[in-house]
């Protein structure tokens, strides 16, 4: 059982920049994808960006051009850099990653690391 744990949130004014992680206990390499997620108060978890293991990434047409995901599979971590954040991206954010086939997909989530853009 691979865990997920991130880190790198906090408070920060709007125009502000963060770099999250996401630190796993095992190997990544084998993972079909890897992303971040966010959730904002009254709202549905969505997807913000993921990156497949050929590196290849997919954003949410929010981040396009302000948040950039990457993954280092010798450090088993996943990134997130965030970058001319406003108000709209406070939310709590989740790591995920998910491994196998279609029939036998499994999900791994890490317990989420809070994200508040204020002045």
């Known amino acids: 059982q691979v865990q997920l744990v991130e880190s790198g949130g906090g408070l920060v004014q709007p125009g502000g920049s963060l770099r999250l992680s996401c630190a796993a206990s095992?190997?990544?390499?084998?993972?079909?994808?890897m992303g971040w997620y966010r959730q904002a108060p009254g709202k549905q978890r969505e997807l913000v960006a993921d990156i497949t293991r050929d590196g290849i990434t997919n954003y949410v047409n929010s981040a396009k051009g302000r948040f950039s995901i990457s993954r280092d599979d010798a450090k088993n971590t996943v990134y997130l850099k965030m970058s001319s954040l406003n108000s709209e991206d406070t939310a709590v954010y989740y790591c995920?990653?998910?491994?196998?086939?279609?029939?036998?997909?499994?999900?791994?989530w890490g317990q989420g690391t809070q994200v508040i853009v204020s002045s």
């Open positions: 095992g190997s990544i390499f084998g993972f079909n994808a």
């Open positions: 995920h990653g998910e491994i196998g086939p279609a029939n036998r997909r499994e999900h791994f």
